[in-house]
C-alpha cells in the first residue's frame, strides 16, 4: 500500500490549504484514513480521520476550521484546511488504517507553513 500526500506549501495566517491523498494498492474496502501532523520538535498528533462509511473525528484544534472528506471511488483523502494559524505549521502525514489485516500504513509527510 502506498499513500502519496500532496498540497502543503507556505500560507499566510487566515489562509487555506487543501491537502490531498492517494491511496494506491491492496486494502480492505473496510478501513479509515486520516490526517496526522508533526510540528518540530513535538510529537505527532491526530488531526482528523475519516471512515470508509463517511464517519469523521476532529482534534480540538482544529473543529470549525478543517474538513476531512474522502473519494472511495478513487481511494483519495482530503484535508481542507481554512483560517489557518502558525500553531498549523507542521509535517501532515496521511494515515490509512486496515481494517481487515489490523495493519497502518504511513505517507511520506507534506509540509505546511503558516506565516506572515
Known amino acids: 500500500v502506498q499513500l502519496q500526500a500532496c498540497g502543503g506549501g507556505l500560507v499566510q495566517p487566515g489562509g487555506s490549504l487543501r491537502l490531498s491523498c492517494a491511496a494506491s494498492?491492496?486494502?480492505?474496502?473496510?478501513?479509515?484514513m486520516g490526517w496526522y501532523r508533526q510540528a518540530p520538535g513535538k510529537q505527532r498528533e491526530l488531526v482528523a480521520y475519516?471512515?470508509?462509511?463517511?464517519?469523521?473525528n476532529y482534534a480540538d484544534s482544529v473543529k470549525d476550521r478543517f474538513t476531512i472528506s474522502r473519494d472511495n471511488a478513487r481511494n483519495t483523502l482530503y484535508l481542507q484546511m481554512n483560517s489557518l494559524k502558525p500553531e498549523d505549521t507542521a509535517v501532515y502525514y496521511c494515515?490509512?488504517?486496515?481494517?481487515?489485516?489490523?495493519?497502518?500504513?504511513w505517507g511520506q509527510g507534506t509540509h505546511v507553513t503558516v506565516s506572515s
Open positions: 475519516i471512515t470508509t462509511a463517511g464517519s469523521t
Open positions: 494515515n490509512l488504517g486496515d481494517y481487515g489485516s489490523k495493519r497502518a500504513y
Open positions: 494498492g491492496s486494502f480492505s474496502s473496510r478501513n479509515s
